[in-house]
């Protein structure tokens, strides 16, 4: 696509239930990576792909996070059993090697 | 340790003024390259400028240069011309080497232009 796409744009969730947050890349990047921003804060990294594998899954802040990327494209990162720390935009970018970083518009979770 | 240090939370500058936002960063990597980018208040990341270690002249795009000093490690950002559009957060980031492609950000320079 001309862009990234990421879904929804909104969640609001109650604490304890589990939540997906779906990325479609730019179509033929390579790369993909999923960061979080809290309120007034930086981008805080959480994992990268390359192709289906992630060689660098240092930044998920602990195993109720993963994530998963199929067909070298659409990825979807889940947390389970959500806790209101969780509570933050999830960003997604790609890139074609390390070229061309794209971000998209992001997922601002809410857990109530 | 912080790979990539913003020590300036917030910043005002004058429209029509030019600003300097700095960015150091740490690596031992020969090899790794800077990115600026901008998020206004609509939260997009809107990438403003790279430069690559090993670029002999300082990245320039319209009003947007990159002061690049190498041995002092440090990569900041300059505005010329402040226009009110130009108010927002500023983030540097940095990729090292090849073995990576993952960006890592600093905490950011919120700028805010004065008419």
């Known amino acids: 696509g001309a862009g990234v796409s990421q879904s929804p744009s909104n969640k609001v969730t109650e604490k304890g239930k589990d939540v997906e947050l779906r990325c479609d890349p730019i179509?033929?990047?390579?790369?993909l990576y999923w960061y979080r921003q809290s309120l007034g804060q930086g981008l805080e990294f959480l994992i990268y792909?390359?192709?289906?594998?992630?060689?660098?899954k240092s930044g998920l802040p602990s195993d109720r996070f993963s994530a998963e990327r199929t067909g070298g494209s659409v990825s979807t990162l889940t947390i389970q059993r959500t806790q209101q720390e969780d509570s933050a935009v999830y960003l997604c970018?790609?890139?074609?090697?390390?070229?061309?970083?794209?971000f998209g518009s992001g997922t601002r979770l809410t857990v109530v | 340790a912080q790979k990539i240090t913003q020590t300036q939370p917030g910043m005002f500058v004058q429209e029509k003024e030019a600003v300097t936002l700095d960015c150091t960063y740490d690596?031992?990597?020969?090899?790794?390259?800077l990115f600026w980018y901008k998020q206004p208040s609509s939260g997009e990341m809107i990438f403003l400028i790279y430069?690559?270690?090993?670029?002999?002249q300082n990245a320039t795009e319209g009003r947007y240069s990159l002061n690049f000093q190498k041995a002092r490690k440090s990569a900041n950002l300059v505005i010329s011309a402040s226009q009110l559009g130009d108010s927002a957060m500023y983030f540097c980031?940095?990729?090292?080497?090849?073995?990576?492609?993952?960006?890592?950000f600093g905490s950011g320079t919120r700028l805010l232009v004065r008419p």
């Open positions: 970018a790609s890139s074609w090697e390390g070229v061309g970083y794209t």
């Open positions: 179509s033929g990047h390579t790369a």
């Open positions: 792909f390359q192709g289906n594998s992630a060689p660098d």
């Open positions: 690596t031992s990597d020969p090899s790794y390259g």
């Open positions: 430069q690559g270690s090993y670029d002999q």
């Open positions: 980031a940095m990729r090292e080497g090849h073995s990576s492609y993952k960006l890592i």
